[in-house]
């Protein structure tokens, strides 16, 4: 918590405790009276306070106060305790009198030696309660970073990788760092973390001054299907061979992906809303263009400002992009490229609402705009692979970031196609404990810096399980609205009826978010370097299905029955208690295995995996849309719970991401 908060929050007790103290030097010694009446003022201040921020701010999910509202409560707390002390004696009198008479003495006038006793043990017992609490969550939770390489006992962990997973050591614990920060950030926390998040909130836009250039508005337009754009753009293919990028084609990507489509206003608040989904809407990312042979536009960096609809200069010439090439995965994904988009993320948008969970939103919230920005490339024919694998200081450098508070962590060449080039070796960036935060910890220890040479880098490889006889294959994706459309319609939504979805919907959901296919694995452009997810169904309300959980088998296009029954309360329960989890047709559940995590770079695919389930989870809201479909992510929620939902062990394969689907009123 930041330092002013509490200070402001501390606030009226300093009065308070001043105008006594000033009270006591001019010789005028409060009574208790006073005291109590001055106690009684400041004590409802503070449960106003409790109750304004939970009925107007907490209760609606607006501003992210939660820090104001739990605070106040602790001060409320403390109030009530001191304001029962002052008391005290009346209030044992009064208890004294309705006791029975075997806890008192005949006279009434004190509790027997043995129920003393008794307070004092549980009163003493509520302290040292409450200290232990305090230190688990404030105190003594230092980490050291011992070893480079997985332990034996965390096999296979790490097994293969070419960068070597960084083994943590916290408290009792020793564990790969990844690992520590997810088991530390899920709901409720199964390893503490070494300290709070303590950002301010930042502008939602980059401060970035420079000439700038104005977009074409991006023209309302379909083009092809969702589902259509999603099989170009996963086949690598590209219709531009002579082609030059146009400014057009640039607006049209760079709305899609980031664009404001729509303003509200909210208690004399304007609330941009952007084209792609953000949690909490708090819309962390940021895109650079890095130019190199753009109709209409010199060579440079420059910055896209989604609500003016413009590009800023940043930094003029041609150097940049060669630098991008040098310092990242793919190198030959650049060689045909006329420029490159680089999302980068200003971490304390997110993190001063959700604090050490901000660090898997923002990775959605970059997997989410990249979703939109590569199909609609696809759409207007060109190539746009999601290139994770880079050396994140280089990077940084070369768009004049600090790489701290606002970090790259997707590049996206739009070019036509891949050149072979050996990939590039890396190194981990090492964890260093006594950062800020732990955000700061976790992106620095998943951080890769250029280690030279190169060679062949091993892969996850497209696999399907042997067929089973319960396996239900899905029927032909149903058809929706093309992309564009889809995208610009889309918002979240948690208003479901009980309507029943159709079971070609659900195949063009699971189509359009994670449809593989076994005959182009070297062209899959979605973050080749980065563990598969899991992604199971928890259906509710499809025809032709029967209510339970299925896993998607996206090879055979096919579902795998997990668990049957009607889970509907149960998914209710493990979103902490959020209603519309139990009303929606289907809630998709998005996993990654620990043991797949690690390869090729050690603690950096955590990162692969959160961008890989943005993406996944834009997959499932552009369809939805195109569909006509309700829709709404989840990333808050009780992991073990969710684990249990879909029957898999959370030390072994870990929820990530929750989208929920249902038919709009």
Same mark, same amino acid.
């Given at each position: 918590?930041?330092?002013?908060?509490?200070?402001?929050?501390?606030?009226?007790?300093?009065?308070?405790?001043?105008?006594?103290?000033?009270?006591?030097?001019?010789?005028?010694?409060?009574?208790?009276?006073?005291?109590?009446?001055?106690?009684?003022?400041?004590?409802?201040?503070?449960?106003?306070?409790?109750?304004?921020?939970?009925?107007?701010?907490?209760?609606?999910?607006?501003?992210?106060?939660?820090?104001?509202?739990?605070?106040?409560?602790?001060?409320?707390?403390?109030?009530?305790?001191?304001?029962?002390?002052?008391?005290?004696?009346?209030?044992?009198?009064?208890?004294?009198?309705?006791?029975?008479?075997?806890?008192?003495?005949?006279?009434?006038?004190?509790?027997?030696?043995?129920?003393?006793?008794?307070?004092?043990?549980?009163?003493?017992?509520?302290?040292?309660?409450?200290?232990?609490?305090?230190?688990?969550?404030?105190?003594?939770?230092?980490?050291?970073?011992?070893?480079?390489?997985?332990?034996?006992?965390?096999?296979?962990?790490?097994?293969?990788?070419?960068?070597?997973?960084?083994?943590?050591?916290?408290?009792?614990?020793?564990?790969?760092?990844?690992?520590?920060?997810?088991?530390?950030?899920?709901?409720?926390?199964?390893?503490?973390?070494?300290?709070?998040?303590?950002?301010?909130?930042?502008?939602?836009?980059?401060?970035?001054?420079?000439?700038?250039?104005?977009?074409?508005?991006?023209?309302?337009?379909?083009?092809?299907?969702?589902?259509?754009?999603?099989?170009?753009?996963?086949?690598?293919?590209?219709?531009?061979?002579?082609?030059?990028?146009?400014?057009?084609?640039?607006?049209?990507?760079?709305?899609?992906?980031?664009?404001?489509?729509?303003?509200?206003?909210?208690?004399?608040?304007?609330?941009?809303?952007?084209?792609?989904?953000?949690?909490?809407?708090?819309?962390?990312?940021?895109?650079?263009?890095?130019?190199?042979?753009?109709?209409?536009?010199?060579?440079?960096?420059?910055?896209?400002?989604?609500?003016?609809?413009?590009?800023?200069?940043?930094?003029?010439?041609?150097?940049?992009?060669?630098?991008?090439?040098?310092?990242?995965?793919?190198?030959?994904?650049?060689?045909?490229?006329?420029?490159?988009?680089?999302?980068?993320?200003?971490?304390?948008?997110?993190?001063?609402?959700?604090?050490?969970?901000?660090?898997?939103?923002?990775?959605?919230? +970059?997997?989410?705009? /990249?979703?939109?920005?590569? @199909?609609? *490339? #696809?759409?207007? =024919?060109? !190539? %746009?692979?999601?290139? $994770?694998?880079?050396?994140?200081?280089?990077?940084?450098?070369?768009?004049?970031?600090?790489?701290?508070?606002?970090?790259?962590?997707?590049?996206?060449?739009?070019?036509?196609?891949?050149?072979?080039?050996?990939?590039?070796?890396?190194?981990?960036?090492?964890?260093?404990?006594?950062?800020?935060?732990?955000?700061?910890?976790?992106?620095?220890?998943?951080?890769?810096?250029?280690?030279?040479?190169?060679?062949?880098?091993?892969?996850?490889?497209?696999?399907?399980?042997?067929?089973?006889?319960?396996?239900?294959?899905?029927?032909?994706?149903?058809?929706?609205?093309?992309?564009?459309?889809?995208?610009?319609?889309?918002?979240?939504?948690?208003?479901?009826?009980?309507? +029943?979805?159709?079971? /070609?919907?659900?195949?063009? @959901?699971? *189509? #359009?978010?994670? =449809?593989? !296919? %076994?005959?182009?694995? $070297?062209?899959?452009?979605?973050?080749?370097?980065?563990?598969?997810?899991?992604?199971?169904?928890?259906?509710?309300?499809?025809?032709?299905?029967?209510?339970?959980?299925?896993?998607?088998?996206?090879?055979?296009?096919?579902?795998?029955?997990?668990?049957?029954?009607?889970?509907?309360?149960?998914?209710?329960?493990?979103?902490?208690?959020?209603?519309?989890?139990?009303?929606?047709?289907?809630?998709?559940?998005?996993?990654?295995?620990?043991?797949?995590?690690?390869?090729?770079?050690?603690?950096?695919?955590?990162?692969?995996?959160?961008?890989?389930?943005?993406?996944?989870?834009?997959?499932?809201?552009?369809?939805?849309?195109?569909?006509?479909?309700?829709?709404?992510?989840?990333?808050?929620?009780?992991?073990?719970?969710?684990?249990?939902?879909?029957?898999?062990?959370? !030390?072994?394969?870990?929820?990530?991401?929750?989208?929920?689907?249902?038919?709009?009123?």
């Amino acid at each position: 918590m930041a330092s002013h908060k509490l200070l402001l929050l501390l606030a009226p007790i300093a009065l308070w405790l001043a105008w006594i103290a000033l009270r006591a030097l001019s010789g005028h010694r409060p009574t208790r009276a006073s005291v109590t009446v001055g106690l009684s003022l400041v004590t409802l201040l503070y449960f106003t306070g409790v109750v304004g921020t939970g009925i107007f701010w907490v209760a609606t999910q607006e501003l992210p106060v939660f820090d104001w509202h739990y605070l106040t409560g602790y001060l409320l707390l403390a109030l009530t305790l001191v304001h029962v002390a002052l008391h005290w004696r009346n209030v044992a009198a009064f208890l004294r009198r309705g006791s029975p008479a075997a806890l008192v003495d005949p006279e009434k006038a004190r509790f027997r030696a043995w129920v003393r006793a008794a307070a004092r043990a549980t009163a003493l017992g509520a302290c040292v309660t409450v200290a232990f609490m305090l230190g688990a969550r404030h105190g003594g939770r230092e980490l050291t970073v011992v070893t480079s390489a997985c332990p034996a006992d965390a096999a296979p962990l790490g097994k293969g990788a070419l960068t070597p997973v960084q083994v943590v050591k916290a408290g009792s614990r020793t564990l790969p760092l990844a690992q520590l920060y997810h088991e530390g950030s899920s709901y409720p926390a199964h390893a503490a973390l070494p300290g709070l998040t303590v950002k301010t909130r930042p502008d939602p836009y980059l401060g970035v001054s420079g000439p700038a250039t104005p977009l074409p508005e991006a023209k309302p337009g379909g083009g092809v299907s969702v589902l259509q754009a999603y099989a170009d753009w996963r086949a690598g293919r590209s219709s531009q061979p002579d082609a030059r990028l146009t400014l057009e084609q640039l607006s049209a990507i760079l709305y899609h992906a980031q664009g404001v489509n729509q303003t509200i206003e909210r208690r004399n608040r304007s609330l941009d809303l952007r084209t792609a989904p953000s949690a909490g809407a708090l819309y962390p990312v940021n895109i650079y263009v890095v130019v190199d042979d753009v109709a209409g536009l010199e060579p440079g960096v420059y910055s896209y400002h989604p609500k003016r609809g413009a590009l800023i200069l940043v930094k003029a010439g041609k150097n940049a992009l060669w630098q991008l090439a040098t310092a990242s995965g793919s190198p030959g994904a650049y060689d045909t490229a006329p420029a490159a988009l680089v999302l980068t993320t200003t971490f304390g948008r997110t993190a001063f609402k959700y604090e050490e969970r901000a660090y898997r939103y923002v990775a959605m919230d +970059t997997g989410h705009a /990249a979703y939109n920005l590569s @199909l609609t *490339a #696809a759409t207007l =024919g060109w !190539r %746009a692979p999601m290139i $994770a694998r880079f050396d994140d200081g280089a990077v940084a450098t070369a768009l004049g970031l600090d790489g701290t508070d606002e970090a790259p962590l997707l590049l996206i060449p739009i070019g036509k196609a891949d050149k072979p080039s050996p990939e590039p070796l890396f190194a981990s960036a090492p964890a260093v404990a006594g950062q800020r935060s732990f955000v700061d910890l976790i992106h620095g220890g998943t951080s890769l810096r250029m280690a030279g040479g190169g060679g062949p880098l091993p892969r996850h490889p497209a696999t399907a399980p042997a067929p089973a006889p319960t396996d239900i294959a899905l029927p032909a994706p149903a058809q929706g609205l093309p992309l564009l459309e889809a995208i610009r319609a889309r918002r979240s939504g948690r208003d479901y009826t009980n309507a +029943t979805m159709t079971l /070609a919907e659900l195949s063009a @959901l699971f *189509a #359009a978010s994670a =449809g593989e !296919r %076994a005959d182009t694995p $070297a062209q899959d452009p979605l973050l080749v370097t980065s563990a598969p997810l899991g992604l199971y169904a928890v259906v509710r309300n499809v025809a032709g299905l029967a209510p339970g959980v299925y896993r998607y088998l996206p090879l055979a296009h096919a579902l795998a029955p997990r668990r049957a029954g009607d889970l509907s309360a149960a998914a209710e329960a493990a979103c902490v208690q959020q209603e519309f989890c139990r009303t929606a047709d289907v809630v998709f559940v998005k996993t990654v295995r620990w043991a797949d995590l690690f390869l090729p770079d050690g603690d950096r695919g955590y990162r692969y995996a959160n961008l890989r389930a943005g993406v996944v989870g834009e997959g499932l809201y552009v369809e939805a849309a195109a569909l006509g479909l309700g829709v709404c992510g989840v990333g808050a929620f009780q992991d073990p719970d969710v684990a249990a939902l879909v029957g898999v062990d959370p !030390r072994e394969e870990a929820p990530l991401y929750i989208t929920t689907v249902g038919k709009k009123p």
